[in-house]
């Protein structure tokens, strides 16, 4: 955020620099006049110089905006993967490891820090191990559940 705050405020200052190094360099070559027409004619050139860098610096951040990564289709993960288990800590929704593995063909990229060893009851009460991804923490990395999937 810094890097983005520090071009934000340097560009309209280098441009204003710019401006009045451009401005002043030909009033430097001739000689001094006692004429105040020429100073009120450089102000004026260095003001509309610094108006139109704050209006093109403007424009560039209302155009880019925050930058807001593109979702690509191995983000998107199945909502059909997205289970209930009964746990000991109780009910936990999560996405299953084996239907991702059998589902989702990027699976080997998840993040490992997402990844949690379960222990929950299976469909005839059997207490059972495995390992399922914690859905909060997949969107917190730039995954996003497909209900088309």
Request: glycine share 6%; with cysteine.
């Amino acid at each position: 955020m810094s890097h983005t705050l520090s071009r934000t405020l340097i560009r309209p200052v280098i441009a204003l620099s710019l401006a009045v190094s451009l401005t002043f360099s030909p009033m430097a070559v001739k000689p001094a006049h006692a004429n105040g027409d020429d100073a009120a004619k450089a102000l004026g050139v260095i003001i509309a110089l610094g108006v139109l860098g704050a209006v093109i610096s403007s424009n560039e951040r209302n155009a880019h905006g925050e930058h807001t990564p593109e979702v690509t289709q191995h983000q998107n993960l199945p909502a059909s993967c997205l289970q209930t288990y009964d746990t000991w800590k109780g009910m936990r929704t999560m996405f299953g490891k084996r239907c991702l593995r059998d589902n989702y063909p990027f699976w080997r990229h998840l993040p490992s820090q997402c990844e949690k060893n379960i222990r929950f009851r299976n469909s005839r009460g059997q207490m059972r191990n495995g390992k399922a991804y914690r859905p909060a923490c997949l969107q917190s990395q730039g995954y996003t559940i497909a209900y088309n999937y």
